[in-house]
């Protein structure tokens, strides 16, 4: 089995910034692609950012230009850097690992809250 850990969220002022930590371990074979969600209150989930095994990326459009998502593959963390943080970024942020068709892996998540 696979384990994602989720680290580095909090508190922020808007304008600040802040990097999220995705952490596997387990039995990790294979990588399709790894991605970063988040979920506001009473909102839909949503994908903010992805990486593929290529190194291909994407972005929404609310974050693009703001947020940039990297990975270091001798330590199996993914990362999530966010700068010139808005209020409406507040959510539970959490990490997916795609290993394969049907084989998707999430961690717990983390809050990130801007608010001044």
């Known amino acids: 089995q696979v384990q994602l850990v989720e680290s580095g969220g909090g508190l922020v002022q808007p304008g600040g910034s802040l990097r999220l930590s995705c952490a596997a371990s387990g039995s990790i074979f294979s990588i399709n692609a790894t991605g970063w969600y988040r979920q506001a209150p009473g909102k839909q989930r949503e994908l903010v950012a992805a990486?593929?095994?290529?190194?291909?990326?994407n972005y929404a459009d609310s974050v693009k230009g703001r947020f940039t998502i990297s990975r270091d593959n001798a330590k199996n963390t993914v990362y999530l850097q966010m700068i010139s943080l808005k209020p409406e970024d507040t959510a539970v942020y959490s990490c997916n690992l795609e290993m394969g068709p049907g084989l998707d892996y999430w961690g717990q998540g983390t809050q990130v809250t801007v608010s001044s």
């Open positions: 990486i593929t095994s290529g190194g291909s990326t």
